[in-house]
C-alpha cells in the first residue's frame, strides 16, 4: 500500500474504508455517534433517551431520539436547539450533517416491548458465545500500520471541540476495531447486514446484530 492514501482523506472515509477491509461496515461508525448522545445531554436524561434512527435526505441529517416519557420528550424540546448546536460539532467529525431531531415516547415503548419479545425469542433459538477477550489478549491484538496512521492522519484534519475528544476518538476507534479483530479471530460469527461480528448465533434465523434487529 502507498504511505499516502488519497482514500484516507476524512474521517468518515478512513471508518467506511478501514471497517471493510476488516470485515466491517459502517454500522460501527454509526453505534460510535450514537453512544455520544449522553455526553451532549448529560447524566440527568442519558437513561430516559436514546438515539435509535439516523435518516439522510438530501445530504441532511434527521436524528430520532426514543424518550421514556412525553414529559421528557417535551423537556428535551425546549433545549433542542442548542442540542443541535452541540450536536453539529460532534457529528461533522462523523460526516454527519444533523438538520433536526425527533423525540418519540412512542418509538421508546415499542423499542422496549420489541426488546423484550426478541430476547425471550433468542433466548430459545440463540446460543451465547461465552469465550470473551481479557485485556492482555486486546492489547496483543495487531492493527495493520497502515490503518493505524491513516486514521491518526484523517483525525488530524477534523475540527473537534477540544485535543481531548480527538484523543478519545481515536482511542475508541482503535480499541473497538481491535475487539472486531480479536473476534474475528476467534471465529465470531458476523451480522450479516454491517459486518460487525457478534457474541451469539442461530441455526434456524438470520444473525443480525442489535443496531441491524432493530
Do not use: H
Not at 482503535?174 to 473476534?183: A, F, M, V, Y
Amino acid at each position: 500500500m502507498n504511505k499516502k492514501n488519497n482514500n484516507f482523506n476524512n474521517l468518515d472515509s478512513v471508518l467506511n474504508t478501514v471497517m471493510v477491509n476488516l470485515g466491517l461496515d459502517k454500522g460501527l461508525k454509526q453505534q460510535e455517534f450514537a453512544k455520544l448522545w449522553s455526553k451532549i445531554v448529560g447524566p440527568k436524561f442519558q437513561n430516559s433517551s436514546k438515539v435509535v434512527y439516523l435518516q439522510s435526505r438530501q445530504g441532511e441529517d434527521i436524528l430520532t431520539v426514543a424518550v421514556s416519557s412525553p414529559a421528557v420528550a417535551q423537556e428535551l424540546s425546549f433545549f433542542k436547539e442548542d442540542i443541535i448546536k452541540k450536536i453539529k460539532v460532534v457529528a461533522k467529525d462523523f460526516n454527519y450533517n444533523i438538520k433536526d431531531i425527533l423525540f418519540n415516547s412512542k418509538v421508546w415503548e415499542e423499542l422496549k416491548q420489541e426488546s423484550k419479545q426478541k430476547i425471550e425469542e433468542e433466548n430459545k433459538n440463540f446460543y451465547k458465545i461465552e469465550k470473551n477477550f481479557s485485556e492482555e489478549e486486546l492489547n496483543r491484538v495487531e492493527l495493520p500500520e497502515e490503518v493505524v496512521e491513516s486514521i491518526k492522519e484523517s483525525l488530524k484534519e477534523q475540527k473537534f471541540s477540544s485535543e481531548e475528544m480527538k484523543e478519545k476518538m481515536f482511542n475508541t476507534i482503535i480499541k473497538d476495531l481491535k475487539k472486531q479483530q480479536w473476534r474475528k479471530n476467534n471465529g465470531f460469527p458476523v451480522c450479516l447486514n454491517c459486518g460487525i461480528a457478534i457474541n451469539y448465533y442461530s441455526p434456524e434465523s438470520e444473525n443480525l446484530c442489535p443496531a441491524c434487529k432493530y
